[in-house]
């Protein structure tokens, strides 16, 4: 792995060990469960008095966006299934505030931790378990504290907290040689106490609602960033197409101030670069427009803080631009495509971008140059 992405993916997730200060402690050991009412993926409110039943439950703080957390999900699923009948009852709940989430924090999902986002999450991944939101208040979630996504509570049949940690002891499944949470499991299960009752966790920090100044304070900053227009003629279009060493997945926006389809979508346009922009991607606007309309052009990147790297053709004959970007686009604005590194194009779109679809090229084509840590 590279260095600089290793660094960047500690980054997000080593708070968790407590290297920034864990400011809202976890629930101690042998505490009663605080009472819940969530809505979940299902559309439903689920309130902690349903689960009155079970034997044990198990409470797993996770979400979408971090990578450590999606590394888990066929556990938990697997958790779910194997103790479905055995009165287990696996509940996951999501803690984060969105508003908390910084774009820079999802260059490794195609989805953010918004309820509608869990829903389409939920449903693409088959979950066989409750999914619920709690970052409109987190107000379950301050009192059980967790550290990380995944963090663990077990509770068991007299609803104290019996055990809090992590599902296993590595990302990578292969490499797992202790399953905790199963082994905490199957012990209160057994009429016993759990044999280890504290482990530390490991994945991305939660994302607590006093952290959305923070991410208001990184949007300012990088609004201040230096925004510039270079002109490129059709040799220079060809190269930008070709990207052939670069090193990174390129996307290339087609575009015009006077294109409303453009301007509607070019701020999202631009929060697809602050997404991944730390990972092995580049955004390059194109502006269509005439050589002599570069003022315009700049006005426009600049009002819309497009610190990426942006082109303007340098020849009024469309012909040429189209030929020297893209054969296959046959003129109308805007266009976009996607080109991994070597020149393939994986996306390929004329018209307004479904920007969930794109991320959805961007993340695994992204995966395949450096792969994080957890995958397999």
């Known amino acids: 792995m590279k260095p600089l992405l290793l660094g960047l993916i500690l980054g997000v997730c080593l708070r968790a060990f407590g290297a920034e200060g864990n400011t809202h402690p976890s629930l101690p050991i042998g505490s009663p469960l605080p009472e819940f009412d969530l809505p ?6 689920h309130k902690s008095s349903e689960y009155a039943g079970a034997k044990v439950l198990a409470i797993i703080f996770t979400c979408n966006h971090c990578p450590t957390a999606q590394a888990y999900e066929e556990r938990i699923k697997a958790l779910a299934k194997d103790y479905q009948n055995r009165g287990v009852a696996i509940v996951a709940v999501s803690p984060n505030s969105p508003a908390a989430v910084r774009l820079d924090e999802l260059g490794y999902t195609d989805l953010g931790d918004d309820l509608d986002d869990m829903k389409l999450r939920a449903r693409e991944r088959g979950f066989n378990f409750p ?3 709690d970052g409109e208040t987190e107000a379950f979630s301050l009192k059980l504290g967790p550290a990380a996504t995944p963090h663990v509570f077990i ?6 907290l019996e055990f809090s940690g992590r599902i296993d002891d590595s ?3 292969a490499n797992v040689k202790t399953r905790d949470t199963r082994v905490a499991i199957d012990a209160l299960l057994a009429g016993r106490k759990p044999p280890v009752a504290e482990t530390r966790v490991f994945g991305c920090s939660t994302k607590w609602g006093d952290k959305a100044a923070g991410n208001v304070a990184w949007r ?6 230096p925004v510039s227009v270079k002109t490129a003629d059709a040799a220079a279009l060809k190269a930008l197409r070709e990207n052939a060493d670069s090193g990174k997945v390129r996307l290339i926006n087609v575009w015009a101030t006077w294109c409303g389809p453009c301007v509607s979508e070019f701020d999202e346009l631009i929060e697809t670069q602050l997404r991944f922009r730390h990972r092995d991607f580049e955004l390059v606007t194109v502006s269509a427009q005439f050589p002599d309309e570069q003022p315009a052009v700049a006005k426009f990147l600049t009002k819309h803080h497009a610190s ?4 303007l053709f340098a020849d009024g004959d469309k012909d040429k631009l189209m030929e020297a970007l893209d054969p296959e686009w046959k ?3 805007p266009h976009t495509i996607l080109v991994a590194p070597g020149g393939k194009v994986i996306y390929r779109h004329t018209g307004e971008i479904d920007f969930l679809e794109l991320r959805r090229q961007i993340v695994p084509a992204l995966n395949a140059i450096t792969p994080w840590a957890g995958m397999k």
């Open 308 to 311: 990426n790297r942006n082109l």
């Open 40 to 45: 979940g993926v299902d559309g439903k409110n």
């Open 331 to 333: 003129g109308a604005l």
């Open 155 to 160: 509770f068991g049949p007299d609803r104290k």
């Open 220 to 225: 300012e900053k990088v609004a201040k960033e």
């Open 131 to 133: 999914y619920l939101f």
């Open 171 to 173: 990302e990578r499944e």
